[in-house]
Structure formats: C-alpha cells, structure tokens
C-alpha cells in the first residue's frame, strides 16, 4: 500500500511497539508549557455546558499524558467513554499545538461513521415546544441522508485528520480484547497507549440498565453520569446503523465513496460482521 | 435448586408464557431492539451464550424442557394519526429528523393535519373516517419477527383496526343519550384494544392459560435488561408479591386467600385525585387475569364516556372530577373487577426501559420502515407547512 504523506503506519501492534521502542523522545516528560483541561474536567465542563462540545472536537483536540512525550490525536473513531478509564490527574486534553510525538488512529471508516453519527444534529435538544431532548433516530434513510449530505466536522476524512500526524497506528493494532489478556514489553507505556486504545466491551453497556449502574456513582467509570449517559445512549444507535449499512449494498457503496480515500489508505474492506461479533 | 428462592419456585411452577407486543411498532427496525428484546426474552428458555458472562439465575439452565413461549405480535393493519405525526415532534413521528410542520404556526399545522389525513384516511361525504389507506407492509413485518423469534414455541400475527370501534362507541354513548365526540382512532387505547383482539382471535388458548401461567404484554420499544428474561416477570408476577411464605414471623397474604384472585402487575403505582394510575408501557397478568381483561375491558370502556375519551377530550380538562389519563384505565378498570394488584415502583426494578424514553430517546425511521410513507410525501408537506 502507498502511504501518500510517508508516514509509517503500523498495523500491528508487534510494529507500534517496535517503532515506539525506536523512539528516542518517548521517555521524556512534556514541554512545561503544555496546557489543556484535565480529562476528569473536561467531562464535567462539557456536560455542564461551559464547554462547546462540537467546537471542541471540531479543533482536533489531542489527549496528553504530563509524563510522555506523545500526544493521541482525537480522530472521532473510538469512543469518548474510553477516556473514563484513563482518568486520572496525568491526563489532559488539549487544543493548543504542543511539540509532541503525535499519534494518530485509523480507523474502518464503518466504525468511525456509526461512532460519530451520534453528533449528527444533536444539537435539537428540544423540539419547539421544549418538550423532549435530541432524539438518536437511525433509519435507512437517516443513514443515507447523512452519508450524501452532511459535510459537518464529523464527517470529515480521516486522511485530512491524520495529515501531520508523526504515526499513523492501523486498527488493527488495537487489542479487542480485555487488556489483561495481552502482554507487552513497554511497560511504561503499557497503561498509558493501552488505555488509550482499549476499546469498550459491549457488555459495559448493560451495567448503566440496571438499577444498581444506572443513576448511581458505582466507581470511577461512572463517575460522570450525566456524561456518560449522553455518550452510551448512543450505542443502541451506533449498534442499529452497523447493521443498517452491512445489510444494505446501496448505504454500503454510499460509505465506500464517501470515504474512498480512508477504505484505500488503510486497505479495508467493507465490513460485513455484526456490530456484536466485532465489538 | 432452591425451592425456597422465589425464583426457583417460579421455574417449578409457571406451566406458559404468553407475551403480547401491542401499540405502534417504533424501535423494531433496529438491530438494538432484537439485541435488546428478542434476544433477550430467549433467555427464558435457554442460556444464551452469545454473552460472554456466565449464565444469570434468571435465564433457563435446567436439564429439562422449559415452559412454552407463545408470541402474539399485535399492529394495526392502517396507520393512524398521532401527535408527533402532526408535528409536535417529527422525529417520534418515524420519518425525518428534520421538522416538516411549522407546528407553532396555526395556520401551517392545520394545512399539515389536513394533507396527512388525506394521506391517511378515507372519509365519506359527511367527512366521517371510514378506513385507512396507509397500509402495514404484512410480508415484511411477519418476516422480521418470525426471525426475531424463532426460538418460540409459536409466533402469532394479530391484525386489528378501530375504526368500526370508534363508531360503535360513538353510537352506543348516543343510544344512552350521551353525545361525545367523535374520535377519529382508538389512539392509546391500541395497547389494550391489540391485547383484546389477540384474545379473540386466538380463544382457545388464552382460555387454556391458569394460575400458573405467565402474561406480560407491552409496547415494542421496551428494552430488557440482558441478564433478565421472563423468568423474572413470572418471579415478581408469583411469588414477590407476597410477603415470604417460609418466614414464621413474617404476615403472610396468602393465609389471607389473597392469591385467589386475578392477578396483574403494574409498574409505578399511584392514586391521582383518587384514581388509581400505573404505568401503561407494561403489565403482567396471570391467566385469569388475562381472561377477566380481556372479556370486560370494552364493557368498561362502555361504561362512561370518561373511561373512553382520551386525554384532552374530557370536559373541563384539570378541574373535572373525573379527569383522566391513560395511566388510569387499566389499574381503575382492574380495581372495579377485585384484582390482586401487584407493583414494582418503577420499570428498571423489573430491568425494563423503553427506548423512546432514554436520554436521549433512540427510535427508527418506523413509518418508512413498515408503512408505505415515502420521504417524497414528506417532503411535500415540509414545502406546503413548515
């Protein structure tokens, strides 16, 4: 395959660690004068609404950990709920450029496109009559309509998101497995790379269904309620629109040429798994 | 197993199920509804090993056969007009995300309701609704369920609509010298009109149906919780109801004969201005109480016109005495027959939640999905009134 900004992309997760091993700056702390809002914060302030959500991600803004040099640039593909697992006071989210190693993630642009159809007019919170909240539809139509007329932040290519990105890490590095289960040789950035790209299990959906999960502070994974509530409500969307495209070959194609440059930068096929044999 | 443990005692004893889907058919389109439905509900009968957990004490693990599951998928073979249709909120409509009514304009709404019920209905010359147009896609729907149910011991169609009903009760209110008004449609009623109809045309085994057996009807766009199944509605619906049996110093109701008549389980009880209110997205009946229900319901309905109005129709709406909501009818009606009401306090207790009342909401596109509307139709009526 040719990497048309010769970047390097793994697509492994034997290369990611060979590459990072290669690395002479990853040992570094960051520049002192890194800035950003700490992750548990940002949460808080983005459900309060101090924060604009959209205009946030639509920055391209990158997680940072204060004790290495590198910086995870948000490319929409994985779930924001993720970085509940990451927090702690050494992570932050910034906007500003910072002098970092920057990581980038390419994903199946399926994945990608369901995961953020979630900020696909969300911003109808109420109707006219101010009486229900932003409604998650998906629908054949919906999908359709999105795929041939939306041209908002989300639905950006993923080639111009990782343009200057220093490395591009394939999804098929990332472990789809429970962490615990893998083993690495880079400790010191086991916790932080992994918790970065640990990808949700779907049974974590259930525990907000039920009456102990739901509506409580269970520990530090729900710790943002309202937060997470607004992130995990769209998994029934995000579950529903998967199947919608892989059973239909007309939003199939619509995917496949709306995002023809990401399908051949990463060699993809298109997805014909289930939402749930694949997450 | 404990025979001691409610649960257990439920396995041994319920001898069916029956599980009614009645109402208008949002979320079933979505691969999250038969994740979250479907697939749940075959816990009842199986330990699904689709999850990776280990398998939950509400699902089937015995060695033996477990209890029949009979499905009874209810719709209405006409669309019908509801208030999101009419633009009050056009996304719970199950068309577009996009309004297609200016609904804070009179003028523009009324043009809106006009061209939808033109859409919708047949009138004769005095402009009274004699049929529906919209017709249900049968050979689509029966297909989608027979898959999402294939674990069941039987899936049964049931196809019903209201518009003689509406001009039934019309005259039956007018012969009593009652002038009401003239509804257009069985509006909310459907979810226990369907059930009636599901009683008609499937008698013989509704009327098999015991003490022991197991009846939980509800909206489609309910989600369970995935480490519950049926097992777990028959557990309440038998045996939580009543204080522990093996408990000396506990009180125990069943001394009492309390259990000797029907029972239904509702969700969020309430007495409103004194009335008996509960949730209407779900019940559960024993078999009796199935039967009582379904053979005295449209008596019920007969009985005042204010049993029949829907919400906003009764006179004096907030002052009236008899004021009244949907929530009101099933509990009042099951008061008036000396049920056993039986209650969880509100429907995650039971591991339920429905889809259209998350945070946000998560629906479908349902009218294009099993009607015959087409985003042209809508986006006429966006051109003409929004």
Known sequence: MINIFMQQISHHWDQLMQHIGNQSNFNTDLPSNATGIPTSEFYNQTVDGNIDRHSFFESKPRYLNRHTNIGFVWNGGNCEHNQLFTINQDWFISTDPVDVYEFGILWHPLLRFVINLKYAKHAMHTNRTGHFRGTYMAGEHMIADVLTNDNNWYMTKQIDNLKNVDHIIHQNCIPYIYKDELEYDKQVYREQIQNFLYCRHLNENWKLDTDKWWLTSHGRHFMHRRWTRWLDRHIDMEMSAWHYIINSQELTDLLRQRYLEDFELGSFEDMTADYVDWA | ?386
């Open chain 2, 1 to 386: 197993m404990d025979n001691n443990r409610p649960l257990d005692r439920a396995k041994n004893t319920v001898d069916k199920f029956a599980l009614i889907l009645t109402g208008a058919p949002r979320g079933v389109s979505l691969q999250a509804w038969d994740h979250r439905l479907p697939q749940v509900y075959k816990n009842t009968v199986s330990s699904n090993d689709s999850w990776s957990t280990s398998p939950h004490d509400y699902w089937w693990q015995e060695d033996r056969d477990p209890p029949e599951v009979h499905v009874f998928v209810c719709a209405t073979n006409f669309d019908s007009m509801d208030r999101y249709l009419r633009g009050e909120d056009p996304r719970l409509a199950g068309l577009d995300l996009e309004p297609y009514i200016d609904y804070e304009n009179q003028k523009k709404s009324t043009l809106a309701f006009d061209m939808i019920d033109d859409i919708l209905h047949y009138r004769d010359e005095h402009g009274t609704v004699t049929g529906g147009k919209m017709k249900l896609k049968k050979e689509k729907w029966e297909k989608h369920h027979l898959k999402a149910w294939d674990w069941a011991t039987s899936v049964n169609f049931v196809y019903w609509d209201g518009y003689q009903m509406v001009d039934d009760m019309y005259k039956h209110f007018l012969s009593q010298g009652i002038e009401t008004i003239r509804l257009e449609n069985t509006t909310w009623q459907n979810q226990y009109l369907h059930m009636l109809a599901a009683y008609e045309q499937h008698k013989e085994f509704f009327d098999s149906l015991t003490e022991q057996s197991v009846v939980f009807r509800h909206r489609y766009d309910l989600s369970f919780n995935a480490y519950k199944s049926l097992w777990r509605v028959a557990q309440v619906l038998q045996t939580d109801g009543y204080s522990n049996q093996n408990d000396p110093s506990a009180w125990n109701w069943h001394e009492q004969g309390f259990c000797l008549s029907p029972k239904v389980m509702v969700p969020n009880l309430h007495i409103f201005r004194g009335l008996v209110s509960a949730g209407d997205y779900w019940n559960a009946f024993d078999g009796p109480g199935t039967q009582l229900f379904a053979k005295n319901y449209l008596d019920y309905l007969k009985q005042d016109p204010d049993h029949w109005r829907p919400v906003g129709e009764t006179l004096d709406y907030g002052t009236h005495i008899k004021w009244r909501v949907p929530e009101h009818s099933l509990p009042q009606f099951c008061m008036q027959h000396n049920y056993t009401i039986l209650h969880l306090r509100d429907q995650e207790h039971l591991g339920t939640r429905m889809l259209s009342l998350k945070d946000p909401p998560i629906l479908d596109q349902w009218r294009y999905e099993w009607y015959d509307w087409t985003p042209e139709m809508v986006e006429e009526i966006r051109q003409k009134c929004s």
